[in-house]
């Protein structure tokens, strides 16, 4: 599975847009980019995800750059309780349909009042 | 109620105790995972299983076993705990083969002295 490369942290002024990047270059055609974040030592959440296009949801925004090498994943007004940890992560569905999720160390992105 | 719950949420034993962690899910999902967590790190995958005929080693199995009593219902075993075990452990659950979207419980910490 590819590897990802995020920063160590990242400070964002509340209200701000908050735009987390990550690094895939080695991801393979069939691999997606994926995004958790994690708020202080609870369970990871499911943010977003996606292949090829951008995508958006109620949470966030992620932009996939053409050659897929890298992403962003975009919060458009950061909150307080944004303050977390985001994995950015590269799933491949295999042909069984098995897959592991790889987390690394993420982003710690602090909201600053 | 939560989804996916875990028992106990906290937990001190001694070296060489056997302890056992309980998760629980009301999704239906087939497919649960039990990961690890040490501070200021991201997740290992301990073990998962697709349902309930299926078990697989993760990346970190050593000294673990675990057990799908049910649909629903998936437990983590250490039979002698040693300090280095000492972690976050987190419970999973995902809907079908072809996503990489989890559902987490909110963790047992556990604590071997």
Redesign the interface.
Known sequence: DAKTTQPTSMDCAEGRAANLPCNHSTISGNEYVYWYRQIHSQGPQYIIHGLKNNETNEMASLIITEDRKSSTLILPHATLRDTAVYYCIVVKYSGAGSYQLTFGKGTKLSVIP | DAD?TQTPRNRITKTGKRIMLECSQTKGHDRMYW?RQDP??????IY?S?DVKDI?K??ISDGYSVSRQAQAKFSLSLESAIPNQTA?Y?C?TSG????????????S?LTVL
């Open positions: 996916v990961y200021g790190l991201g997740l290992q995958l998962y697709f697989n993760g990346e976050l987190f999973a079908s083969a072809n996503t990489g979207e989890l559902f987490f419980g909110e963790g910490r």
